[in-house]
């Protein structure tokens, strides 16, 4: 029945509020109504706040936290300690769910329950207001893990996920301050089935300050920090919730090669470039491992 499987929707903001008000009318407004919003705002100086308190006065939907700046991280987990739903919908303050993302998140969910995870595609909306021509992506959940390895296939505005399941692992991991949702979604998969809807349900906004943007030298020490967590828990040299900043896996004789081969294929978010004169022998036989993301690189050149 509708009434046990409510939804938690988090929406944090930071200073959103050119868009925050379209953002959280499209959460009202979902074709599935079994839902609370919670609204974390962290830290705001400009009108975000107040706008959230007024839609919060209009509709017993909303709860609305008041915190000091602490993070997105943080952020996420406090909502999390008093979400009362069976799932967990992430939105962004700045993105745009289609009305029936939640009702088609929720029917995938229910035709199996070892199910723990889904995200959708979605439309990309530059800072001109003009949608770009991105393809859907189709993962099976199989395909997915084996992506997760070495790349977040997932929109974190997307994403709903099983409550319980999530806090089994420990929620968001505070020690990083970026990629929280790519280390969350590996951990999913360790413990249940993952998957992403074909279809756009969500408009995303393509903005040159967001945070991946203005913080993409931390994002991505973040990802291939997890990354690499992702790999040694696979050789079992660290538990799922056991916390090893980078320099342990860069010191580590079993971790080091796939470091340094991580910061080769994305030396162009680094700020630190490691070039391919800089990789010794087994780390270049750790390089053949990684077809997209050489790939990946190839393009960017040519497109520089």
């Not at 705001?44 to 008041?66: G, M």
Request: net charge positive; hydrophobic share 35%.
């Amino acid at each position: 029945m509708e009434t046990d499987n409510k939804i938690s929707v988090i929406l944090p903001v930071h200073n959103s509020q050119e868009f925050v008000s379209q953002s959280i009318y499209s959460v009202l407004n979902q074709t599935y109504k079994n839902f609370e919003l919670i609204i974390i705002d962290d830290g705001s100086t400009d009108n975000s706040k107040e706008i959230c308190k007024s839609l919060s006065r209009k509709d017993d939907r909303i709860i609305f936290l008041d915190n000091a700046h602490r993070g997105l991280t943080v952020s996420l987990n406090k909502a999390l300690e008093i979400a009362k739903g069976k799932f967990v919908a992430r939105q962004d303050a700045d993105d745009i769910s289609l009305p029936e993302r939640f009702e088609k998140q929720i029917n995938w969910f229910l035709k199996d329950e070892r199910r723990v995870l889904c995200g959708t595609n979605c439309k990309i909306l530059d800072q001109n207001n003009i949608y770009k021509n991105n393809k859907s992506l189709k993962f099976t959940n199989n395909g997915i893990k084996k992506k997760l390895k070495y790349s977040n296939c997932f929109v974190h505005s997307s994403i709903m996920f099983l409550k319980n399941s999530a806090q089994n692992l420990g929620n968001y991991d505070e020690n990083l301050e970026y990629a929280q949702d790519y280390d969350l979604w590996w951990k999913l998969t360790t413990i249940g089935e993952v998957g992403n809807l074909y279809e756009k349900l969500l408009i995303l906004r393509n903005r040159k300050n967001s945070i991946s943007v203005k913080n993409k030298n931390n994002q991505t020490l973040n990802f291939i920090q997890s990354c690499v967590k992702f790999y040694a828990y696979n050789k079992k040299i660290v538990g799922i919730n056991e916390n090893k900043d980078i320099k342990f896996y860069e010191n580590n004789n079993l971790t080091k090669n796939k470091v340094k081969v991580m910061k080769y294929l994305y030396n162009d978010k680094l700020d630190e470039k490691i070039y391919f004169k800089n990789l010794n022998l087994k780390q270049l036989f750790e390089l053949i491992c990684h077809p997209n993301l050489i790939i990946r690189k190839i393009i960017k050149k040519i497109i520089i």
